[in-house]
């Protein structure tokens, strides 16, 4: 299989820590859980108007690979047993991948 990025590689990138079995790597990144393919990554990010840790749970059940959150929001997500790369800011996460990607 061929990888976006390997889960050892993100998590060095966006400085994450993980938490629960964390697959070998990625196939994709989104935002979106409602147009994630499987084996993605899921970052949970929160806008004015949607938070997207209220749509972990879906993610996953979407085929999220594992799921990038906020060390503020793990008590909320607290039953949703899911590999996650958790972050201090999910949206500053994505921004230090990005570096890294160029």
């Known amino acids: 299989m061929s990888f976006l990025w390997t889960t050892s590689d993100l998590m060095a990138a966006m400085h994450g820590r993980p938490m629960g079995n964390l697959p070998e790597g990625i196939t994709g990144i989104s935002i979106d859980s409602r147009s994630l393919g499987k084996g993605e990554a899921f970052f949970a990010i929160k806008g004015d108007r949607v938070d997207g840790h209220d749509y972990a749970g879906i993610a996953i059940a979407n085929g999220a690979a594992l799921l990038v959150v ?33």
């Open 70 to 102: 906020s060390e503020a929001k793990l008590p909320a997500l607290g039953r949703l047993n899911a590999p996650m790369i958790v972050v201090d800011d999910v949206l500053d996460a994505m921004v230090r991948l990005g570096c890294a990607a160029r």
